[in-house]
């Protein structure tokens, strides 16, 4: 029964979309012209491609940045049971945080963070 509320919370969430969803379709107004079809409501033209190519540096910086702070949400477990770990979890926590600035050090080195126009 553990899991019980948590399958009746997904139920009534996937209900109440249902019925939100439903009722937006039979009240909203649904009038379609060569404006509505158009790819902006607007009327403008389109003047340029909308597929942009960007640096890949771009991506790479997201990409650590993610790598990154998904990496320092493992601190917080440790922090909330520092009491209860004690020596054992500060030596593996500079463990931790020693092989992440190696990381960062690594990926700066190989020049990760430096965009050039």
């Known amino acids: 029964m553990e899991y019980g509320y948590i399958?009746?919370?997904?139920?009534?969430?996937?209900?109440?979309?249902?019925?939100?969803?439903?009722?937006?379709?039979?009240?909203?107004?649904?009038?379609?012209n060569k404006f509505k079809l158009s790819p902006y409501e607007s009327g403008m033209p389109i003047l340029d491609d909308a597929h942009v190519s960007f640096n890949?540096?771009?991506y790479l910086i997201a990409v650590m940045f993610v790598i990154f702070d998904i990496e320092t949400i493992f601190l917080i477990p440790w922090a909330v049971h520092f009491d209860v770990l004690g020596l054992f979890g500060l030596?593996?926590?500079?463990i931790f945080i020693?092989?992440?600035i190696v990381g960062y050090f690594y990926a700066y080195r190989?020049?990760?963070?430096?965009?050039?126009g």
Do not use: C, Q
């Open 91 to 94: 030596i593996e926590i500079f």
């Open 110 to 116: 190989k020049g990760t963070f430096v965009i050039k």
């Open 7 to 32: 399958l009746l919370t997904f139920l009534i969430v996937l209900a109440l979309g249902a019925t939100l969803l439903s009722i937006g379709a039979l009240v909203r107004p649904s009038v379609r």
């Open 56 to 58: 890949v540096r771009y």
């Open 98 to 100: 020693t092989i992440l």
